[in-house]
């Protein structure tokens, strides 16, 4: 599995899309993503369903990310 970073975007095995939008450094092993539909949740770095996300992209910032063609199924 990838490094995670903020600004990467990830597909998630149900297909949803999510952006790292912070690691929480007060959460150890946790990240705050976003959803395409604008829920924001925390993951931990090692969940089970981390492992099955695929990384599609990556970007400088989170902001980037979330207006990219690949967070917003653009082509």
């Not at 946790?30 to 099955?52: C, H, L, P």
């Amino acid at each position: 599995m990838s490094k995670i970073n903020v600004g990467q975007i990830w597909q998630q095995s149900n297909g949803y899309k999510i952006v790292i939008t912070a690691i929480d450094m007060d959460l150890i092993g946790e990240v705050i993503v976003i959803f395409q539909d604008g829920d924001v949740a925390y993951k931990s770095k090692e969940d089970t369903e981390f492992s099955f996300c695929t990384l599609l992209a990556e970007y400088p910032t989170w902001q980037q990310a979330i207006n990219s063609k690949e967070f917003k199924n653009e082509s």
